[in-house]
């Protein structure tokens, strides 16, 4: 019965017989396509088959949703002599090893960001990273490829909100993934996703502007069997309204404060929160239609300065509330309660009309951007000082000035 020895000792033999053959006019996958056709590999299929460990495999042609493809014999051995000529066979013969023994593998969860720069690789805590990221990683090239055959959102990625996640490996009867399994690395992959959109919301009131977000993607470790990185990114148009946003230091370290803050609340607290921190990226974006953004900002409002479902006296309290929120002299706060009264008014308009009335076009932006400062400034706020209920929010009203 051949063993991994035996294998490896083939491998060694195949990898230098295709690297021979690697040159200017000839690439890695032609040659090993070459050395298929010529027979090259049958020893190597005939170790692989009468090795006991790997039966498991004889028939096998394994998922993990639609992202990590696993092989039968063939792309067993397609991922072993390929893996080997980019690493080594030691590694090559580990990695299956540690697959048949069930240990688990790290991905990482991308959401790639358009016109952003970083001072630095901001650790925001529970896995997840803010980083410079370029076009070629996200399309899992070298950087020496050519990406202009893309589209021309991609050519602006500069940074990326990255979420590594744990997948655990399942081998069922003959190398099948059980269903359960099947569906396992989708939600986990989703579940790091929603967690990285939840750090760009977070960015988003650190900075009242939209970070450009262009698409997500996925990537496994190049040494975790049959796994090719895939990018799954969604286009969007990055066009001149999308703002250039150079975060610095004290952003950056505010961010990862407001983030962890966010990330250790009770998933009811945590969603009631995500209402209006979406609400308000959605405002943003909504550059072209004045009462899109004037109704998702109102509920942005609402949703952070009013906790519970009565409907009296809506845009009296949220004035009030955001008022002694927001400002810290009364006039500040006749000031604020007169702004935030006509920034709330102007959702009921478009609401009602389907437009914002105003005598100046210029006099809207000016309202919305105001609008967006405040309350993005208005839900750092209530994470900072966990005012959660309506109660909170009025104890905070009544109490005296220390």
Known sequence: MTDFETIKQILQEVTLAISNRVNDSTDLWDAYFD??????????????????????????SLCVGDIIIFFNFERLREWLVIHSMKTDTNKSISAIQRLLLGEPFFATAVLALARVSLPKTIQLGNNVTLCEFSSNEFLNQSKDEN?????????????????????????????????SIYMGMVDEFFYALQKAYRALLILGIVRPQPPALVGHAIFVPLDFPGAYSKNLHHSVKIDSYWPRLEFNDDECSLAKSLFESFENLSPNLRDSLF????????????FKDFADAAIDLGIALESILIKSDESTEITYRISMRGARLLGKTLDERLDLKKKLTKIYGMRSKAAHRGIVQSKSIDKEVLLLREGFNLTAKAIQIVLTNKLYTDKDLDSLLLQSES
């Open 35 to 60: 050395c298929n056709k010529e027979g090259l590999f049958k020893e190597l299929d005939m170790a692989i088959l009468d090795c006991k460990e790997l039966k498991i495999f004889e028939d096998a």
């Open 147 to 179: 990406i202009e055959h893309h589209e021309i959102d991609v050519h602006h990625i500069s940074a990326a909100i990255t979420v590594e996640f744990e997948h655990p490996v399942h081998l069922g009867p003959r190398g099948h993934y059980r269903p």
């Open 275 to 286: 209402i209006p921190m979406s609400r308000l990226r959605s405002a943003m974006t909504e």
